[in-house]
């Protein structure tokens, strides 16, 4: 999988006062590289509000990553899905999507579960939390050293939990290829130039 290093965006809806079409669309004018959906809502998923992201970053030549449930992903030919720990498994999700999706993993604080979702066909695996996250504020901790620890598995590598502008730098260094972003960019007053400063640290990076 060619990885273009950057912002990778979670559009949380359940954290959003509307589908707020118009921040993401201004994301992705920043330059964001990939967009997932999350919807905790009683009444998710939103089918029509999916086709809207889709058009969106196949305008704008961004993967549309679906959370949780790849048969939604498969439905809304969403480019993969990003799995839990409590959600079906790598193989299954791989065997239904075919070779080309992209399959991310959560993998908390661990590096154990990380190789285990990279020996199972896995295309990246994302660690986190790393600050205090208004997404998941019950989520645990994870230290940055796994970042560091996970290059050694040879697939992209993601960080995620109460990334901003004010911290991002710091699990970029410790060799995130991507930051996972929910508020720091849909809650900014200007998402456009949330992500433009967010995706400038990369340029500056190893």
């Known amino acids: 999988m060619t990885l273009k290093r950057g912002v990778y965006g979670i559009y949380d809806r359940g954290t959003l006062p509307d589908d707020c079409l118009e921040r993401v669309e201004a994301a992705l004018t920043g ?3 990939w967009l997932q959906y999350r919807d905790k809502r009683p ?8 086709a809207a992201l889709r058009r969106l970053t196949r305008t704008f030549d961004v993967r549309l990553i679906i959370n949780d449930d790849w048969q939604l992903a498969a439905d809304s030919q969403a480019d993969g899905v990003h799995l839990g ?9 791989r065997a239904a999507l075919g070779p080309k999706a992209i399959i991310g993993v959560s993998c908390s604080g661990s590096l154990e579960s990380a190789c285990a979702a990279v020996a199972d066909d896995a295309s990246y695996v994302s660690f986190g939390r790393f600050f205090i996250s208004i997404t998941k504020p019950d989520a645990a901790p994870a230290e940055l050293g796994v970042l560091t620890e996970a290059r050694v598995l040879n697939v992209p590598v993601i960080a995620i939990g109460g990334i ?3 911290n991002a730098a710091q699990v970029i260094a410790a060799g995130a290829d991507m930051i996972a972003v929910a508020a ?3 809650n900014a007053d200007d998402p456009q130039q949330a992500t433009r400063e ?5 340029a500056h990076s190893s």
């Open 85 to 93: 720990q409590s959600d079906p498994s790598v193989r299954s999700a």
């Open 43 to 50: 009444q998710a998923p939103d089918r029509d509000l999916i």
């Open 184 to 186: 720091g960019v849909f």
């Open 164 to 166: 901003n502008q004010t």
């Open 31 to 33: 330059g964001m590289r």
């Open 198 to 202: 967010l995706a400038a640290l990369f």
